[in-house]
């Protein structure tokens, strides 16, 4: 709280207290949220108040949404959406890459399947987080040889024969 006394007869003092102490200096730093009576007294002793109220912000919350789809395993077609934010002061920054490099988007793009713990924080640096969010993409595909039979014959007869069984994807 700054305050700034008029009239009077100069110098000022300040104090939050009727009673004093007073002090030249006419702000007060590290105070809780609350309300206060601020006075001034001037050079004749004749003293004026006011009041103010330091109002603390609600905490942050917010929800997400993911999209994209991821078709195969390794893809980085995924997006997270962080919405809706209450709380704060806004403007606000995001994070997902351990506090990193916050960006001012609340988008994040081209992601893999995994897991993302999201931050977002406001101007006054106050943080909020959520459980980590997982994308989740489809196991890897892979082919499995298991029916070989072997060329017993001339080249170029097509009497061989391969079977194979896939596994993973989708």
């Not at 104090?15 to 050079?43: H, K, Q, V």
């Amino acid at each position: 709280i700054t305050a700034t006394a008029t009239g009077g007869t100069a110098p000022y003092e300040y104090s939050r207290f009727l009673a004093g102490p007073y002090d030249p200096s006419n702000s007060f730093t590290g105070l809780p949220a609350a309300g206060y009576n601020i006075y001034a007294r001037d050079a004749n002793g004749c003293i004026a108040s006011n009041s103010a109220t330091i109002i603390e912000p609600s905490g942050i919350s917010y929800t997400f949404e993911t999209g994209g789809t991821i078709l195969c395993h390794g893809d980085s077609s995924a997006t997270i959406t962080i919405t809706n934010i209450i709380g704060g002061v806004a403007p606000y920054e995001y994070w997902m890459d351990n506090g990193a490099t916050y960006q001012a988007s609340n988008l994040f793009t081209n992601l893999p399947g995994g897991s993302y713990p999201v931050i977002v924080r406001d101007v006054n640096l106050c943080e909020q987080a959520v459980a980590p969010l997982t994308i989740l993409e489809p196991d890897s595909i892979s082919i499995i040889l298991y029916n070989e039979v072997p060329v017993n014959s001339c080249f170029d007869d097509p009497v061989a024969a391969i079977a194979i069984q896939g596994d993973g994807g989708t």
